[in-house]
């Protein structure tokens, strides 16, 4: 196999979570973005370019962005909302390389709802115990850096943030550890959407237990790197575009 740097892996890393987040019907039309700090450099991070579907990016196709703004590369320059919320994060949050947003639909679900939560009532959620903020306030289309560096602020250091009324934010050190985040986020909010839906009470889980079963999972954090190794052989398989 030929030698891939560090950079182009990040690029082949981010596009396969684009290519997966459709399959997995987490994309919406072309307006949700993902994020990812160039290895070695601060202040730019690759991100999608405006007008992509999640099904056609590929490795080249990445745009990248300075601190400012300016974007280089890439077929489109990104949508403008993208800039606001991603450099904010990225600036304010030290486990954020990695930053994706959606709205899947059974998260988002959860943010329609008034005091809409993820309950510790399952084992899926439990792996976000104490990992979650909630922003109570929706502001419109983030269009200016007071509202992207008030949303980084709300997230502060958590993996995870539920917007008002919007959709979510997962965050963290790789593209492997945060799309396992998102994927077993949107499986937690399923879950309970679905068992709520019956007007039974959910089931809560004892806070001690919560606590020892977030630790375990914790422990098995190696999961991610194999779960997304499994998921670019199969793209390398099907689709091997989207590493090119």
Known sequence: MPF??????????????????????????VCNHFSLQIPGEADRFLINPHGAHFSEISASMLCTLDAEGNAQGGSNPPEP????????IHRANPNAACVLHTHMPYATALCLVEGGRLEMASQNALRYLDQ?????????LVLDWEEGDRIARVL?????????????????????????????????????????????PLKPIDPQVAAMTYEQIEGERINAQYHFQALKRILDKQEPDYAY
């Open 156 to 200: 502060a250091d958590k993996r995870v943030l539920f917007l008002a009324n919007h959709g979510v934010i997962v965050v963290g050190p790789t593209v492997a550890d945060a799309f396992d985040d998102l994927y077993y986020l949107e499986r937690a909010c399923q879950h309970q959407v679905l068992a709520m839906s019956t007007g039974r």
């Open 132 to 140: 979650i903020a909630y922003d109570e306030r929706y502001n419109g």
């Open 81 to 88: 909302t993208a800039f606001y919320i991603h450099s904010a």
């Open 4 to 29: 891939i740097d560090e950079k182009q892996q990040a690029r082949i890393d981010l596009a396969a979570a684009f290519r997966w987040a459709e399959r997995l019907s987490f994309h919406e039309g």
